[in-house]
Structure formats: C-alpha cells, structure tokens
C-alpha cells in the first residue's frame, strides 16, 4: 500500500487525536452523574457513569409501605439509572466517533 506525502504520518496523528478524544470521552462518562427514577420520583438513585451507586434517596411516605413494593421501587430506579447512564454513553461515543452509531451492547472498556 502506497501513501502520499504525508500520509503515514498523517494516518498516525489522526489515531493519536482520535485515542485522545476517546480517552476524554471516557473520564467524562466515568465522572457523569445520572438519576434514576421509580414510583413518580419517590425512589431516586444518583448513579456514575461506571455503573456506581452514589445515593439512594426514598421519599419517607414509603417508608410506610410493604417491604416488597419498597425493593420494587428501589430496582426499577435502579434499572432507570442504568439505561439513562448506557444512553448517555453511547450518545457521547457516538459523537467521539463522528457521528457513526455505535452498535447496541458495545461496552466502553471501564
């Protein structure tokens, strides 16, 4: 394979700009903070972008109700956390890689 003036070269300074934008990328959605929401806000989980639970926020009119509705809750906010982290991460890549959609279930490796 040929390469023009400069192209080897300028093939390396793209991947070398290219890894430091994923790199960015990356400690952006690992400090991104996302709140999951269950029971119409009763139930609130502040989540990382590496999937860590900073908080856990129970409205005290449930602390009333039975136990299984209260783990209920607590799950699906859980899960709304997750999908609204997976979203935020897969918008951000899509950006980082121009525009190109990056394929349901890639992992970002963090």
Not at 45 to 58: A, C, L, N, P, S
């Amino acid at each position: 394979m040929m390469f023009g003036k400069g192209g080897m070269g300028d093939l390396m300074k793209q991947a070398q700009q290219m890894q430091e934008k994923m790199a960015e990328a990356q400690r952006q959605l690992a400090e991104a903070e996302h709140v999951g929401q269950a029971g119409a806000g009763l139930v609130e989980i502040v989540m990382t972008g590496r999937h860590d639970v900073k908080r856990v926020t129970i409205d005290d009119s449930l602390m009333s109700e039975d136990k299984e509705m209260l783990e209920d809750l607590l799950a699906a906010a859980v899960n709304d956390a997750v999908r609204r982290v997976e979203a935020s991460s897969k918008d951000l890549m899509k950006d980082v890689a121009g525009g190109v959609d990056i394929p349901d279930g890639f992992k970002m490796p963090f």
